[in-house]
């Protein structure tokens, strides 16, 4: 089991709510699944994957989670390629200025 010391950059997880708990106007699919939340920080004591820990963000936070990674790196992207997004900047370039540049 990969364990953490306190100081180290972490990831935390929360269910900030349960399924069923939000908002009435929120859709039915939604309302079917908890709110989730993830949290990078610092640790501040040491614990081990699947521990509850308190973590401090960058934005002096305090939060408490359940720990889920050390050192995380990030995994977001723009998405797999869109061929009609070619042909739209090529479009927008004929509006804007008149050709491709």
């Not at 908002?23 to 949290?39: H, I, K, S, Y």
């Not at 995380?72 to 061929?83: E, I, K, L, Q, R």
């Not at 997004?85 to 927008?92: A, F």
């Amino acid at each position: 089991m990969q364990t953490a010391k306190k100081g180290d950059w972490v990831q935390i997880h929360q269910i900030v709510l349960k399924a069923g708990e939000r908002a009435p106007q929120v859709p039915e699919d939604t309302q079917a699944v908890p709110l989730e939340l993830w949290v990078k920080g610092i640790l501040q004591q040491d614990a081990a994957i699947g521990d509850s820990v308190i973590i401090t963000t960058v934005t002096g936070r305090t939060v408490t989670g359940e720990l889920t990674a050390v050192n995380p790196g990030y995994t977001h992207n723009y998405g797999s390629y869109v061929p009609e997004l070619l042909k739209i900047d090529t479009q927008l370039k004929d509006i804007l200025y008149g050709g491709s540049k």
